[in-house]
Structure formats: structure tokens, C-alpha cells
């Protein structure tokens, strides 16, 4: 069943990938923010069927820096770590489906510790959130909540927590 699932969310981001496109023919641009060692840049798509995309890349600004995936419980395993995630944060939008990842996970061992931790590979993620406008929604500028936290095989940077950024979704 899982299997399944992630089957279709894989789906799900590889139709975005090749058929999202702002009305101008490409993303448009949301909002950008470095903080912590890694670089985010929301963007807003719309597929061909309609459906409107939230992306935000998180890049990490240092070579050998990687990610916890989307999956890792938000306060981390025994409270070590964060997930990557993109939430609603105003009533104006809701996820219209599950948040995909452009990369699939890794388990990463930390031998010290006894414990695995799925983490996305070296480099930069995008995470992919479908979303619908609310209704009775008002015209004000939305807010998404952003979590993440980078990490190398030697250290492992301050995690932004709820980060708020206001956007103005199309």
C-alpha cells in the first residue's frame, strides 16, 4: 500500500515537473530567503490540467550539506532533526494533496547515536504542494510555513522552525 502511494505522489511530481508553467510560460517567482546555510525559493505553477503548484528548492549554500526528508516527524527522531516541509499557514489557500519531493530519501546511519535518519542526497530538493484557493477566501497575501534543517557528516546547522513567508498565490 505504501509502495503505491509513493508511486503516485512520484507520478504526481514528475507530471509538475514537466507540465507546470505560470501563465508567462514559466514558474512564478514567490518569494526567496537564505537562512541557515541553505537557500529557498518558492514558486507557484499551474499544470495543464489546472492545478496549482507551490515548489519551494532548498539549496544548501556549503558543498556536502543534505536534508531531512518531508517524512521525519516534525520534532525529529528523539529530538534530533527536522523534516523539510511546506505548510499552508493562512486560511486563503489548503493543500489540495500530499507534499512530493523531487528526490527520494536515503536512511543515514549516525553509528554514535543508534539511530537512521532518511535524508535526501547532497544538494538541493524541491518539494511540490498542490493547493486550492479556500472558499470565502479574501484577497490579502497568503502565508506559507517553511521547516527545514542542513546537515553535513561532521555538523549540523540551527533547523528554521515555522519559518513564515507571505506570498501572493495567482
Known amino acids: 500500500m505504501r509502495g503505491l502511494a509513493v508511486g503516485a505522489m512520484l507520478a504526481a511530481a514528475v507530471a509538475c515537473a514537466a507540465g507546470c508553467r505560470a501563465a508567462g510560460g ?15 525559493r ?14 519551494a ?28 516541509l511546506v505548510e499552508i499557514a493562512s486560511a486563503g489557500w489548503r493543500a489540495a494533496g500530499p507534499l512530493v519531493a523531487s528526490a527520494e530519501p536515503e536512511s543515514l546511519r549516525v553509528a554514535i547515536l543508534g539511530v537512521t535518519f ?3 542526497p547532497d544538494g538541493p530538493v524541491t518539494l511540490r504542494l498542490p493547493v486550492t484557493r479556500s472558499a470565502g477566501a479574501g484577497a490579502g497575501p497568503d502565508t506559507l510555513s517553511l521547516t527545514y534543517m542542513a546537515c553535513s557528516a561532521r555538523v549540523c546547522w540551527p533547523p528554521v522552525e515555522d519559518r513564515r513567508v507571505a506570498v501572493r498565490l495567482p
Open 26 to 40: 514559466g514558474p512564478a517567482q514567490l518569494a526567496a530567503f537564505s537562512e541557515h546555510h541553505v537557500a529557498v
Open 118 to 120: 532518511p535524508v535526501y
Open 57 to 84: 528548492t532548498f539549496t544548501p549554500t556549503d558543498s556536502g550539506l543534505h536534508l531531512y526528508s518531508k517524512d521525519l516527524p516534525k520534532d525529529g527522531q528523539g529530538g534530533i532533526g527536522r523534516p523539510t
Open 42 to 55: 518558492i514558486t507557484s505553477t499551474r499544470d495543464s490540467a489546472g492545478q496549482t503548484w507551490i515548489a
